[in-house]
């Protein structure tokens, strides 16, 4: 894999600033999808000099392996799935309904712990949309169906790093993906990162300043 690109979130954050101003320079307000695409997004905000938020999805953990994520939920119970790899594992719709219920009221109580019912207008909005990475990407799709739903009227996905195959799919989903790296030997996205700790709830709500 080589050496780590990125120093820690901040830094990643830092020098994706510098690539969205110069091709998103319009947009009316940064999303990071908490916990750990806050500071990685309050640099890219900074620069740009628009509101920070977020938008919320739970992932939807495979069965015997809720690290790998088959889809993810919105709290409203919207949910985006990964077709093949649903298939490819056979997990039942049973499972589906079950879990995505679950994680769709942890959605909601993540939502309400990080705006208290004070979510931004977005009808309209030119949007950027940052995580630390992406692997499959369920989360962030599952974002961007949320963000379609409430009227973004143009949405531009902007991460440090993932693999060619999930930013492809995101090249088909939102009108612009920003992504420092794109490297074909993916690992995880903490292998790209030196430091790469948990972001706790407590931290990640500092960057909103509430």
């Excluded at 080589?2 to 101003?21: I, K, P, Q, S, W």
């Excluded at 309050?42 to 392996?65: F, I, Y």
């Amino acid at each position: 894999m080589g050496e780590a690109m990125f120093e820690h979130r901040t830094d990643a954050g830092r020098r994706l600033a510098a690539v969205v101003r110069e091709r998103a320079s319009d947009a009316d307000i940064v999303l990071a999808i908490p916990r750990g695409g806050l500071p990685v997004a309050h640099p890219v905000a900074a620069e740009l000099d628009v509101p920070l938020s977020v938008v919320v999805a739970r992932k939807l953990g495979a069965p015997n392996n809720p690290e790998l994520a088959i889809g993810a939920v919105a709290p409203d119970g919207s949910r985006w799935l990964h077709e093949d790899l649903v298939k490819r594992l056979g997990v039942d719709e049973a499972y589906i309904d079950r879990i995505a219920r679950e994680e769709a009221e942890n959605a909601r109580e993540k939502e309400e712990r990080y705006l208290g019912g004070d979510e931004p207008p977005l009808d309209g909005a030119t949007v950027v949309l940052v995580d630390d990475g992406v692997a499959t990407g369920a989360t962030a799709h599952a974002c961007i169906d949320r963000l379609r739903s409430v009227g973004a009227h143009r949405i531009v996905l902007a991460v440090p790093v993932g693999p060619p195959e999930s930013l492809e799919r995101f090249e088909r989903e939102v009108d612009e993906v920003i992504a420092l790296s794109r490297p074909a030997a993916f690992g995880a996205v903490g292998s790209h990162y030196r430091s790469f700790e948990q972001v706790s709830d407590d931290e990640a709500l500092q960057y909103l300043d509430r």
